[in-house]
C-alpha cells in the first residue's frame, strides 16, 4: 500500500493510496489511539470513491471515531473502462430507454464487475488491517445500490465483515449470496423508488439469512434517502462494532 497524499481537517485525517491498481481513500481520527473500527465503504454505480456523498458519509464515521475506506470499483473513478464494461453499459441505458426491467440490467452489470471487486476489498482489507493506525479490529461495510450489489458478495465471502448497512436495490441475481449473509444488516428502501421496484426490494431483504436485520423505508425516488439515514447507520455500526 502506497501513500500519495495526506491532508487533516475538522478531526479527520484523509489519505489518497493505491494498492497495485486498486485508487483508494482512508479516513481516520486525528485522536486515533490503538486499533479501530473499520468500515468499507461502496459507491454507487457511475460514481467513484470521492464523490460528495461518500466523503460526507466517510468523514461523519471517522469523526466518530471509525476508520473508513472507500476505493474505486471496477471501471469507475481513476481506474480504466474496458471495451467489455462499455459495451454492457451501452446495452443497458438502451434497454432501460425501451422500457425493460431495469432490476435486470442492472444485475447483469454489478454481476460483470462483482468477482473483481470482491478481489479488491479483501486486498484492500487486508492492506489496512496492517496499518498501526487501524490494526485488526471489527470490520462492517455500507453500500448502497451498486454499493450493496457489489457488497453482498463480498459480505457472503468476507468472514470479516461483521455487521452491514445495505439498500436501494432489488434481488437480480443476488438471492443465493444474501442466503449466506447472517451478519446484522440495517437495509434502506426508497418506496418510490423509480429504479428498483419496491418488491423487488423487499424480496431482497427478505432473502437475507440474517436473524439481526432492520428494514428501513422511506417516501421518495431512488435518490432521495433522507440526511437522517446516514446518523441511523452510525448508530448501527456503533451497537454492533464501536
Known amino acids: 500500500m502506497r501513500f500519495t497524499s495526506q491532508t487533516s481537517s475538522d478531526g479527520v485525517i484523509e489519505q489518497f493510496f493505491t494498492l497495485g ?30 464523490a460528495p456523498g461518500t466523503v460526507s458519509r466517510a468523514r461523519c464515521y471517522a469523526a466518530s471515531g471509525f476508520a473508513v475506506v472507500a476505493i474505486d470499483a471496477p471501471n469507475h473513478g481513476d481506474r480504466p ?31 460483470r464487475l462483482a468477482g473483481q471487486a470482491v478481489a479488491d476489498w479483501q486486498a484492500v482489507l487486508t492492506a489496512v488491517q496492517c496499518l498501526d493506525r487501524v490494526g485488526v479490529g471489527p470490520v462492517g461495510y455500507c453500500g ?44 434502506l428502501v426508497q418506496w418510490d423508488d423509480q429504479l428498483v421496484p419496491r418488491e423487488e426490494s423487499l424480496a431482497l431483504f427478505d432473502a ?11 417516501p421518495g425516488e ?3 434517502a433522507p440526511p437522517f439515514e446516514v446518523d441511523s447507520s452510525l448508530k448501527f455500526f456503533t451497537r454492533h462494532l464501536g
Do not use: Y
Open 144 to 187: 448502497m445500490s451498486m454499493g450493496c450489489g457489489l457488497g453482498i458478495p463480498l459480505i457472503a465471502a468476507e468472514p470479516r465483515i461483521r455487521a452491514a448497512v445495505l439498500g436501494l436495490l432489488g434481488v437480480h441475481g443476488l438471492a443465493e449470496d444474501a442466503a449466506r449473509i447472517t451478519v446484522p444488516v440495517q437495509f
Open 81 to 111: 473502462r474496458d471495451e467489455e464494461f462499455v459495451r454492457i453499459m451501452a446495452e443497458m441505458r438502451a434497454g432501460m430507454a425501451a422500457g425493460e426491467n431495469p432490476g435486470a440490467l442492472v444485475a447483469g452489470m454489478h454481476s
Open 21 to 50: 491498481e486498486i485508487p483508494g481513500v482512508l479516513w481516520t481520527p486525528e485522536d486515533a489511539c490503538g486499533t479501530l473500527p473499520l468500515i468499507l465503504l461502496g459507491h454507487g454505480g457511475g460514481q467513484h470513491k470521492t
Open 222 to 224: 431512488h435518490g432521495d
Open 208 to 218: 437475507l439469512a440474517s436473524a439481526h436485520k432492520t428494514l428501513h423505508a422511506n
